[in-house]
């Protein structure tokens, strides 16, 4: 029996069509448009499309997913695989890019799988869960934090059902077990910290910057139902249909206007000699919870060292500036109070949401329009998009979005610069624009994405 890919309970109540059985659903041919970069766009040709295109002849995919490379599963199970190699994204046992469809392995046993910026995740039909590409900062999950070019397992457990969305996630991964129960690893903090320790020997605030190679439970009295995991923040549904965030907030990406202990950080730039000759500056963020003004001006000799500023090594001190730093959430915090949040997907900097209603919301930072509302200022907390009630799914991209609405059409909004919003030209929207005319888009989460500068959607 498949492994259900799920958005929660409240989707069920308004939506059901929304839950799907990946590996042997419901399937299609395979469309892709924007950058072709390392061969993203599995055509087997150079140059970006500004329209979609179809990838071969195939018409058996159920699922796709996009960053700086594809991971794709068809409906006999079979894993794909095409576009940058770095790092071993791709599965395939070595770091070559490939810009055709490739077959990751002979299994067929594949359910759903996540292409994100540095690696991959996937879930197995038996409900094991693996992971390859880059093992910094434990991100892979498999106890270690070396590079693998090949699949690897998690653990030993059979219970994983869900995997965390967002072609954006570099940093960390997240995935939900059976029981509703919210895991994470990889980098444990991603504020902007002294990662060095003490600047010159001065207090610096303790901040947990634990990294974590083996999954850990993420706040166990909630009872989750997906999660999406961006850059360096995630968005999670429970089961009950509310939203939650945690993360970094500085663009307004957790969706909550208010601010967690916000406090005054000073930057200071440093110089440091070389023995070699020359010299090396470094910058640091310098947090406290006391008033900028009260730090006095830093002027030591320099050492002759090209070492960073860390505890015991003196650098000059060159100049300095203060502000607030917008500081995130290092647990869940509820998204406001309703209860009727469907679906939920995480860019770089961005949020997008569909409740039961139909009705799709947009937050976080909107220079190129990412957001759909009409303009490029930026939202710190959830704001709808237009007012109609017939969107389906929405998916955040590094800088666009992409959504299917319940009549089979596709949308796109925001960056434009290699095509990827499927219009023929390269010029930015602020508002959902129709790509084609087509009504026949899957609707389905998992078969849509936008990724780094480019897109893919699945047609029946």
Not at 399 to 428: C, M, P, Y
Request: contains cysteine; proline residues 3%; aromatic residues 12%.
């Amino acid at each position: 029996m498949p492994v259900l890919s799920t958005i929660g309970a409240a989707a069920a109540r308004g939506f059901g069509w929304l839950y799907k059985a990946v590996g042997g659903g419901t399937a299609g041919a395979l469309y892709t448009w924007g950058s072709n970069s390392s061969g993203l766009l599995g055509i087997g040709a150079s140059g970006s499309r500004s329209s979609p295109v179809q990838v071969g002849s195939d018409t058996a995919w159920t699922d796709a997913s996009m960053s700086l490379h594809v991971i794709a599963v068809k409906n006999d199970g079979s894993l794909w695989a095409w576009g940058s190699g770095g790092n071993g994204s791709l599965g395939l046992g070595s770091t070559t890019d490939y810009s055709s469809p490739v077959q990751v392995g002979a299994l067929t046993n594949w359910s759903t799988a996540q292409a994100q910026y540095y690696g991959s995740l996937a879930l197995k039909t038996d409900g094991t869960l693996w992971s390859w590409g880059n093992g910094g900062y434990g991100r892979l999950g498999d106890g270690t934090t070396t590079n693998k070019s090949s699949p690897v397992q998690i653990g030993a457990l059979t219970s994983w059902t869900k995997i965390g969305y967002g072609p954006s996630a570099y940093l960390n991964c997240h995935a939900i077990r059976s029981g509703n129960t919210l895991w994470a690893w990889g980098f444990g903090n991603p504020n902007d910290t002294d990662s060095y320790g003490t600047i010159l020997n001065r207090p610096h605030p303790t901040v947990n910057q634990s990294n974590y190679s083996s999954p850990v439970q993420v706040s166990s009295a909630i009872s989750w139902a997906s999660v999406s995991t961006g850059e360096d923040h995630a968005l999670a549904l429970t089961t009950g249909g509310a939203l939650y965030a945690w993360g970094s907030n500085g663009n307004g990406q957790c969706g909550l206007s208010t601010l967690n202990n916000p406090e005054y950080y000073v930057w200071y730039a440093l110089e440091s000699g070389c023995s070699g000759g020359g010299f090396a500056i470094y910058g640091a963020f310098y947090a406290t919870n006391i008033g900028a003004g009260s730090y006095q001006n830093l002027n030591n000799p320099g050492a002759a060292t090209c070492e960073p500023p860390i505890d015991g090594v003196t650098a000059t001190f060159i100049s300095q500036g203060a502000n607030t730093q917008l500081w995130g959430f290092s647990s869940p915090v509820q998204v406001g109070s309703d209860t009727n949040w469907a679906q939920v997907s995480t860019g770089f900097l961005t949020g997008g949401a569909v409740k039961t209603t139909g009705t799709l919301w947009m937050w976080g930072y909107n220079i190129y329009g990412q957001l759909g509302i009409g303009n490029t200022s930026s939202r710190s907390s959830p704001t709808q998009v237009g007012s109609l009630t017939t969107w389906a799914y929405v998916k955040c991209g590094r800088e666009h979005s992409l959504a299917v609405k319940t009549d089979g059409t596709l949308w796109a909004w925001g960056r434009n610069i290699f095509g990827e919003l499927g219009q023929g030209d390269t010029t930015n929207r602020s508002s959902p624009v129709q790509i084609g005319s087509a009504t026949n888009w899957l609707k389905a989460i998992d078969a849509l994405d936008a990724g780094y500068r480019a897109s893919i959607a699945i047609r029946t």
